[in-house]
């Protein structure tokens, strides 16, 4: 097969020193990205609910993911004073919801209420998770890590990595006990102001690893 020739003339820039775009490109390129949907409590018992397009899966066994808060939020805060969260799937028909969660409100204002969507109890910590999303991940803190640029200065961004100690997922997304994807509906985050996109069986294609 042959591969595409990359084009001689590149757009080049060190990003200290700005893209001079009109909006940067890197949320962009590194994406379209899972969003991380974390639910939590505070120690006073107030509930939290807010999206983060920096999240992803970083290990197996045991299964480890983390989201990353630009900004010291009421999420990281809450996961510091309990060491709990759960992760719940955003799929196409709550898109919607996902988004009203992204309201910047009081740490008081329970974004559940906000979204008109219901907590539910989790079975092995004591954060509820979102009923109506298919799938959920109860989740306990291994991390919390600022992080810092390469001259060493600590910039305001908090990665949390928590362990998944229990799972839920919809019944009707097992298929012959396989997870389906593309029947989810997973929605991801794109770059710029607005963008997302949505999986379907349209976008599956498999190849296996060499032998």
């Not at 590149?10 to 991380?36: K, M, S, T």
């Not at 018992?45 to 066994?61: I, K, Q, V």
């Not at 640029?149 to 019944?171: F, R, S």
Request: aromatic letters at 10%; a neutral charge.
């Amino acid at each position: 097969m042959k591969l595409p020739v990359v084009q001689d003339t590149v757009y080049f820039y060190e990003p200290r020193n700005g893209h001079g775009l009109p909006h940067d490109p890197f949320n962009a390129i590194i994406g379209p990205r899972p969003i991380g949907w974390i639910s939590t409590r505070s120690a006073a018992g107030a509930l939290n609910l807010a999206p983060y397009s920096f999240f992803n899966a970083f290990n197996y066994t045991p299964p480890i993911v983390g989201f990353a808060s630009i900004g010291y939020k009421d999420s990281v805060r809450n996961i510091e004073e309990t060491r709990e969260f759960t992760w719940n799937l955003v799929t196409r028909p709550l898109a919607e919801a996902m988004n009203q969660t992204c309201a910047a409100v009081p740490p008081e204002v329970s974004e559940f209420e906000l979204a008109g969507l219901t907590p539910i109890d989790s079975r092995v910590i004591v954060v509820p998770r979102v009923r109506e999303s298919p799938v959920s991940f109860e989740c306990r803190c291994t991390q919390i890590v600022q992080l810092q640029g390469v001259n060493g200065d600590k910039v305001p961004t908090w990665l949390v990595l928590g362990e998944v100690v229990a799972v839920h997922i919809a019944q009707t997304l097992l298929k012959e006990g396989i997870y389906d994807t593309a029947a989810a509906g997973h929605i991801l985050r794109g770059g710029g102001a607005a963008d997302y996109f949505s999986i379907g069986p349209e976008q599956l294609f498999k190849m296996r690893r060499p032998a």
